[in-house]
């Protein structure tokens, strides 16, 4: 089945993807009295970074080749699924934000398997690094998902973001919405490599989780793997915005005009995160993340109970 | 209002949780005092709008006793002391973390199958106080020094009152000034404890009172 408001918010989604990180960069240059980088300038690197060669080590496999289209072909098909404030998505059917939660988990295995495959000792400690705080977000994510499809009784993305509406926030299950989304906050800012988990700006290899894994990749790789990592955060995105922004007016393009702003408000919020806190220590973020995980299981005995 | 409620019992928790996962003594005083002022807030929107003046100044006096003035006299006894800021657990943060979401299991188990048979209950009340109740043991147990062990007593007592609201709602001032002063000679009695153990050992470890021989 396909629905017109699918084919829009899909090309929204491409197209206003690498906008998220310009807005989170003006914030942080907001807040640290600077002018910051152009809007468009993510598109501008895109653009400069397909339009160069790329450079493979001769000690590297086609493992390291395949890691970043596989990342963004996951994206890309991750986001047909997921639907923005509501509207119907491309595809959907029962248990699909199964499918979601593990195309994440194969862009990561895909990206990690080529980080290993460079042999570079800072890239294995990137990815152990990756693999292991991912492995905490994941149940955080995957509870928090639960809970909504306990909340609204729908085992697919669109039917669960279409039921969770004022309503429903406004009824006996708010607080457990809200835990939800506080989880999903966690994991938003966990898995697309932000503060307090990780520091998208450092450059010393030591403390980088998912820079330091892609360090090796160039020219189209790199623009592939930078891409990826805006649908990434597009969809997780675009999961939360469903959750704290519940207009459903039926309308589509009030519909996807919330969501946006969702987005960018939420792009917002992050900004001001990583301009307020310091990264954790490493071995403060495991407990961190159990904490998400944590409010996630406890927003779903909540709904279940 | 159930819904203001439940946001509240909600909170009450995740400040159990916090008293939990804070590996700062400082930290733990202040989720204490929260969980007191929540505490406050339940007659309140569990009986709105009808409040009468005794709830109401029940409410405010169990407040200022819970929020402030405990507070207060734990700061006193810490700073006295001179004990460490970390709370140097016997069972790692974590563990504790993930211990408290089986307590919150068995809380919901155990107030599902507790015959409360109250109207206008909001179903929270019950399991979050049966949870309180069994993170202030976790702590009691789990913890090192003494300053901690009553914080964990007071997490308990908080508990006690929560749960005290599900039964006596009619007659709350008899039960929750009794609760009060409970608390209150507890933590005095306790400060004083601690005050005396430091001053005689130079530590207020339980582990090493243990060890101690005549």
């Known amino acids: 089945m396909v629905a017109p408001s699918g084919l829009i918010s899909l090309a929204l989604a491409l197209a206003l993807a690498p906008m998220m990180p310009s807005i989170i960069n003006r914030t942080k240059a907001l807040f640290a009295g600077r002018h910051g980088q152009p809007w468009l300038q993510p598109y501008r690197e895109l653009w400069k970074l397909l339009h160069k060669g790329a450079v493979y080590s001769h000690t590297t496999t086609p493992v390291f080749f395949t890691g970043p289209i596989v990342g963004c072909a996951a994206m890309l098909v991750g986001l047909l699924f997921v639907p923005l404030a509501g509207t119907h998505p491309l595809i959907s059917f029962p248990g699909d934000f199964l499918l979601v939660a593990y195309l994440l988990g194969l862009a990561r295995f895909f990206t990690v398997s080529a980080a290993l495959d460079t042999g570079s000792s800072f890239e294995g400690m990137g990815a152990s690094r990756e693999v292991f705080f991912s492995a905490l977000a994941e149940p955080a994510l995957l509870l928090a998902l639960a809970t909504l499809a306990a909340l609204s009784g729908q085992l697919s993305l669109a039917d669960i973001f279409a039921r969770i509406d004022a309503g429903v926030l406004a009824s006996g299950a708010g607080p457990a919405l809200l835990l939800a989304a506080a989880a999903m906050m966690v994991v938003f800012l966990a898995e697309n490599a932000r503060i307090p988990v990780d ?16 360090l090796d990749h160039s020219g189209p790789d790199l623009a592939a793997i930078q891409y990826a990592a805006c649908l990434k955060m597009w969809i997780l995105g675009s999961l939360l915005v469903s959750v704290l922004l519940p207009v459903r007016s039926g309308w589509l393009l009030a519909d996807l005009g919330a969501g946006i702003l ?36 406890v927003a779903l005995v909540l709904v279940v109970r | ?89 016997l069972v790692g943060f974590t563990t504790s973390l993930l211990l408290g979401i089986a307590l919150w299991g068995i809380a919901t188990h155990i107030a599902g199958r507790l015959p409360v048979d109250v109207p206008g209950l909001s179903p929270l009340l019950v399991p979050v106080a049966i949870f309180t109740v069994l993170c202030g043991f976790l702590l009691i147990v789990s913890r090192n020094t003494a300053v901690m062990q009553v914080i964990g007593y007071l997490g308990l007592e908080n508990g006690i009152y929560v749960f005290g609201w599900a039964f006596a709602i009619e007659e709350p001032l008899l039960v929750e000034m009794g609760v009060l002063l409970d608390v209150f000679v507890a933590v005095f009695v306790m400060g004083i404890t601690i005050h005396h153990l430091s001053r005689e050992f130079d530590s207020i470890e339980t582990d090493e009172l243990a060890s101690l021989k005549d």
């Open chain 2, 1 to 89: 209002m159930s819904n203001w409620l439940d946001a509240v019992l909600v909170l009450l928790m995740l400040t159990s949780l916090w008293l939990l996962g804070s590996s700062r003594l400082q930290a733990c005083i202040r989720a204490v005092a929260l969980q007191g002022a929540l505490l406050g807030l339940i007659p309140l929107l569990s009986k709105w709008p009808d409040i009468s003046l005794r709830l109401g100044a029940v409410a405010v006096v169990s407040m200022v006793i819970k929020a402030v003035v405990l507070p207060a006299l734990l700061r006193r006894a810490v700073r006295e002391v001179n004990v460490r800021n970390e709370v140097e657990p």
């Open chain 1, 199 to 214: 520091d998208p700006n450092t450059h010393l290899e030591l403390t980088m989780i998912h820079e330091v894994m892609v």
């Open chain 1, 262 to 297: 969702g987005l960018g408000l939420l792009a917002v919020a992050t900004g001001v995160v990583e301009s307020v806190m310091a990264r954790l220590r490493l071995v403060r973020v495991p407990q961190f993340l159990i904490a998400a995980s944590i409010l996630s299981i």
